[in-house]
């Protein structure tokens, strides 16, 4: 059971003594038992125990000391063993090229990142205590062999009995519970259209019934399966209450007919059957947790396989550093195509051909479909190229050098992401911050304390003017900016063209701008069109160095 091997491979306390925690909280619980037993027949003939009280007391100190003993115990080695297991996924995906984590998927990664691991955390403690609660279960049912055979026979075959039904009746109700989460899936994600889409909600009345129509179809058909599960749950909850009235009723009722002594221990063998209760509904609980843990476990063991399979087949992308410093790049008949999807071929990028020089300024344009994107990820090796190579220097670029490679890049992407914190850049550059916000007219919106913005809740360009700010203060020998003055006003689009490129070319850095804005191509040492995942030939610039 994966389940199993992963505690046994993962949890650092010692097996020992949980075992021997284990043990103490069950003796103590049968002894509990024997004691109550004991006081109660001396009870019932008019006398009483001092003795008997002190070693009650005594006993329920042991058993609340261990028990607390291993939750605590259980608690934090789970809590670190998930650590661990969610940090080595960040490891890997953070070492994990973009096809890798194209071709899992984003969702897949965050959903085991998240809900399978809250899903094992939450579930894992039940298997332990479930363990705990087989350990009472087994001395306790010692216990009441030892007060009647015939008891002991009929309680243990009607419990299997009872539970072997309800664990079949739980897996198709863990099964129908999937299939409601799944639709409530879909209704989060209609919701998350709302919200998202509310600006072209309001523009258009009709829209906006039909987008509440079908979320109020959506939210009827949760809510009718939500209602019949859980009416099944009420119907699953009765019967095991009514499980264990029966088995009550078994050892008053139904045993005695089959032993004459029996009447003489029957209130102990009642009372045995009541302390039963519990760790059979503990057991029973445990049950689906466990396979609702061993299924998200299954979960997080494949994506990892996956990712680490992916990495397996690579090399060390950092095991070898450029032997000069970058003084040109080139992309030498450099080709890829995407897996095809349904049949169909998938789209190919190349031959591609092009240089590219430090002290340089070069435009990418090309229609939405063009291959850009692609281009500017096999460029900076984010994704590897399936023919062809990139060189550096005039060199091929090995793949041991490919992350010394992507170390010499700054980048603002089109679907950028722009981090609070600065990570990656040295504190000494912090003291150019003010200046570059300044420049960027961003210094009476935001701030750097602490090495992190004070906000990044900002406009779309102005968190790409701060996004700007962060390449420049990275201050690499390449820096690459995707479409950036998109989303700037003229101004800026105008400080951006005439100001910021040719500072940017003056202190010698090799400068890619993916651009539409055909006004300043002049400003270009190259300008490089992409049609259907191919350079065509371009417009020279005017600007000569």
Known sequence: MPLLQLLRQEVRANPRYL???????????????????????????????????????????????SQQAVTAIVAREVEAMIDRMRLAMVKDIRRSDIQTIDSIGRAPLYAALTQDAQTISRSLPLLVIGSQQMAMLVFVCLYLAWLSMTAFVMAAGFTLFAIGLHLQRMTALGLATREVMAQEGQLFGGLNGLLRGLKEVRLNELRGEQVVGELAAVSAHARAAKTAIKARWAVE????????????????????????????????????????????????????????????????????????????????????????????????GIRYRYPSEHGDSGFAVGPLNARFRCGQITF?????????STMMRLLTGLMHPQQGTLQVNGEALRPEQMQAWRDQISAVFADYYLFRRLYGVAPEALARAEALLQKLEMADKVHIRDGAFTTVDLSAGQRKRLALVVAELEDKPVLILDEWAADQDPHFRKLFYEELLPSFRARGKMVICVTHDDRWFDLADQVLAMNEGQFEPGRAGSHHG
């Open 19 to 65: 075992l021997f925690l284990t043990v103490v909280a069950a003796v103590s619980t049968t002894l509990l038992l024997g004691i109550i037993n004991m006081a109660s027949s001396l009870v019932a003939s008019g006398g009483s125990s001092l003795r008997l009280a002190f070693m009650f007391l005594v006993t329920v100190a042991l058993f609340a000391l």
């Open 237 to 332: 909850s009765a019967l095991i209450q009514l499980v264990f009235y029966l088995l009550v009723g078994l050892m008053v009722f139904v045993v005695p007919i089959f032993t004459s002594e029996f009447h003489q221990s029957v209130v102990q063998a009642t009372t045995a059957v009541l302390f039963l209760i519990g760790p059979i509904g503990m057991i029973a609980q445990a049950i689906p947790a466990v396979g609702d843990a061993q299924h998200s476990l299954q979960e997080m063991q494949g994506l990892q396989q996956r990712l680490r399979q992916a990495l397996a087949d690579g090399v060390d992308e950092s095991a070898e550093p450029l032997s000069a410093a970058v003084q040109d790049v080139a992309l030498e």
């Open 364 to 372: 990418i344009t090309g229609g939405n479909g063009s291959g850009k």
